[in-house]
């Protein structure tokens, strides 16, 4: 069983950046992809970002393309976000999820075999 623990959140001023981590441990640790969720108070969770861990091709949401970036270290089992230029409606809890396939869409969260417990991310001033 994989274990996922995200790491990095906190308060934030408007246009201020967060690097969030989310560290993988468990069986050998071998996904076929890495996302990150969110999911603001009052709505659905959705998804953030995607890297493919082969080859780190990555995938962004419309609203974070420009300002986020996801990488990955797999020497270490870890994943990160970095977020810059981050705004109010960044506000969420931010999950990372890892998927065991191509599946067929970034965003289905049916994709994805293990979640981490979330990480509050709050920008305001």
């Known amino acids: 069983q994989v274990q996922l623990v995200e790491s990095g959140g906190g308060l934030v001023q408007p246009e201020g950046s967060l690097r969030l981590s989310c560290a993988a441990s468990?069986?050998?640790?071998?996904?076929?992809?890495m996302g990150w969720f969110r999911q603001a108070p009052g709505k659905e969770r959705e998804i953030v970002a995607g890297i493919r861990w082969s080859d780190s091709s990555t995938y962004y949401a419309d609203s974070v393309k420009g300002r986020f970036t996801i990488s990955r270290d797999k020497s270490k089992n870890t994943v990160y976000l970095q977020m810059n230029s981050l705004k109010p409606d960044d506000t969420a809890v931010y999950y990372c999820a890892s998927r065991p396939a191509v599946g067929s869409n970034w965003r289905w969260e049916n994709e994805y075999d293990s979640w981490g417990q979330g990480t509050q991310v709050t920008v305001s001033s």
């Open positions: 468990g069986r050998t640790f071998s996904p076929w992809g």
